[in-house]
Nanobody, 126 residues
Framework: QGQLVESGGGVVQAGGSLKLSCEVS????????IGWFRQAPGKEREGISC????????YYADSVKGRFTISRDSAKNTVDLEMNNVQPEDSTVYYC???????????????????WGQGTQVTVSS
């Protein structure tokens, strides 16, 4: 069983909302940062948001700033990505990733993350 499991993807109309969840195995993984990435076919994986555990720092790429919100739910061991006002260009596969090396600032580079989920598809219809 994976240490990171994404859920919440699906089909949503443009302008609508969707919440993705990244469940982190509490028994096997102590993490410093959780990042959300997305990857369109033929393109590089793009870091769009991040949550840093030690200080609660968050990061948003310009493409999602003001529309997406990242938050931690300690009771559920999840880091969620609330997506509002989604647009067709948001359609792609979304991944969460965990950094287990000490990080105190968000980094949107895939190489800084150690564990990855399997991805969840988001499709926005116009």
């Amino acid at each position: 069983q994976g240490q990171l499991v994404e859920s919440g993807g699906g089909v949503v109309q443009a302008g609508g909302s969707l919440k993705l969840s990244c469940e982190v195995s509490a028994f096997t993984l102590h993490w410093y940062a959780i990042g959300w990435f997305r990857q369109a076919p033929g393109k590089e994986r793009e870091g769009i948001s991040c949550f840093v555990s030690p200080n609660g720092e968050t990061y948003y790429a310009d493409s999602v700033k003001g529309r997406f919100t990242i938050s931690r739910d300690s009771a559920k061991n999840t880091v969620d990505l609330e997506m509002n006002n989604v647009q067709p260009e948001d359609s792609t596969v979304y991944y969460c990733a965990a950094a287990v090396r000490p990080l105190y600032h968000c980094i949107d580079k895939t190489a800084e993350y150690d564990y990855w989920g399997q991805g969840t598809q988001v499709t926005v219809s116009s």
